[in-house]
């Protein structure tokens, strides 16, 4: 089982943590990560794009000549595609993108991902994070006693509530509960802070 450093608020190491093989030590399965982001990105998109047809569009009801005598071409309707001002042929319309893989697909990059910033040692593990007050300040100083200054994923146990209030105006900072941990998130941050219980619940969920 890889070990990792256990830290408390002020940056001190307070002992070691153990982390599940078969979460944290898994080799990396970077195909299935991709195929999991591109889901995800696709689950985002709003999906709302409309352009209208020849029968949605105002007027052309009327034939605008007769079919014949006239030398010119046949006509229906002046908003048939080919007009200026016509509708559009196979437009965009309202839909979803959204898409799910198999539920083991998932769970294994949500592995590999994990597995991925152990790797990097670029985890970084409390005995707690607790706050009195939401204060960012008091977050702020957490970070520095840890050395974060990049981008990072703040995995809790149940959200607490000081700790997102104190979170949510520092850039980059993203909190989230532990069932709540996903592909995206993990790998659009470049540290990942999780506290104790967190990482054990993760590892029940997805051993």
Known sequence: MPKVALYNQNGSQVGEVEL???????????????EAIIMQRASLRQGT????????????????????????????????????GGGTVFGPVPRSYSYKLPKKVRRLAIKSALSSKVRENNILVLDALNFDAPKTKDFIAVLKNLSVDKKALVVTDGLNENVV???????GITVVEATGVNVLDVVNHDQLIMTKSAVEKVGEVLG
Request: no cysteine; charged share 30%.
């Open 49 to 84: 794009h409309k352009v209208k047809g020849r029968s949605e569009v105002r007027g052309g009801g009327r034939k605008p000549w007769r079919q014949k005598g006239t030398g010119r071409a046949r006509q229906g309707s002046i908003r048939a595609p080919q007009w200026r």
């Open 165 to 171: 209030l104190s979170a949510r105006n520092i850039p």
């Open 20 to 34: 599940n093989d078969a979460v944290f030590g898994i080799e990396p399965n970077e195909h299935v990560l991709f």
